[in-house]
């Protein structure tokens, strides 16, 4: 199986903030990568497909770029809703893979 | 609108089976290219992928589960359904159902998920 490795695993920040979250492949997985955002009570929510792609509807203060073994999620200007956990997930072969997600607080 | 949307029985003993049910609603389940899917969440732990299923009943089964693990679809319902066999108290989880879409690159997106269902196996 691929293992996907996240840090921070929990970081926090203001509103505000630029954070930035890293998604490290145990093999090349090309741009084989999605992340998602979870919050209590809610099913994940797509953000970024195909490692850079902003799924439709979510905010262009998030991007994601990589490719190969790593990646990053970035978050531009934190709002108040998007304090969450956030995971990513590789789509290149099968058993899909999680990290272990990043919580990002109010700090 | 596509809305996913699951059911279970909240609270499983061990070694029975846990059985789930994913109703959806606004696409049929046979409509291709797309795909089905169970996740799940352990408590304090990362996602899991369980099993799949494509819009011809074709299914693929995460190897660490495959032994336990049975996914359908009812066409009739347009609903499909998950069975885990013989569970322990490890398989506590939140589980998801989610459709899996493609793009024109290949890459698989699940956009669509139900809220999750708790499920606690104990005695």
């Known amino acids: 199986d691929i293992q996907l490795t996240q840090s921070p695993s929990s970081l926090s920040a203001s509103v505000g903030d630029r954070i930035t979250i890293t998604c490290r492949a145990s093999r090349g997985i090309k741009e084989f990568l999605n992340w998602y955002q979870l919050r209590p009570g809610k099913g994940p929510r797509l953000l970024i497909y195909a490692a850079s792609i902003l799924e439709n509807g979510v905010p262009s203060s998030f991007s994601g770029s990589g490719s190969g073994t790593d990646f990053t999620l970035t978050i531009t200007s934190l709002q108040p809703e998007d304090f969450a956990t956030y995971f990513c997930q590789q789509s290149y072969i099968l058993p899909y893979t999680f990290g272990h997600g990043t919580k990002v607080e109010i700090k | 609108q596509v809305q996913l949307q699951e059911s279970g029985p909240g609270l499983v003993k061990p070694s029975e089976t846990l059985a789930l049910t994913c109703n959806v609603s606004?696409?049929?389940?046979?409509?291709?290219?797309?795909?089905w899917g169970w996740f799940r969440q352990p408590p304090g732990r990362g996602l899991e992928w369980i099993a799949s299923?494509?819009?011809?009943?074709?299914?693929s089964y995460n190897p660490s589960l495959k032994s336990r693990v049975t996914m359908s679809v009812d066409t009739t319902k347009n609903q499909f359904s998950l069975d885990l066999r013989s569970v322990t108290a490890t398989d506590t989880a939140v589980f998801y159902c989610?459709?899996?879409?493609?793009?024109?690159?290949?890459?698989?997106?699940?956009?669509?998920w139900g809220q999750g269902a708790q499920v606690t196996v104990s005695s």
């Open positions: 989610t459709r899996q879409d493609y793009d024109s690159g290949g890459h698989t997106k699940m956009v669509y």
């Open positions: 606004g696409v049929s389940v046979t409509r291709a290219p797309y795909s």
């Open positions: 299923i494509s819009f011809s009943g074709s299914t």
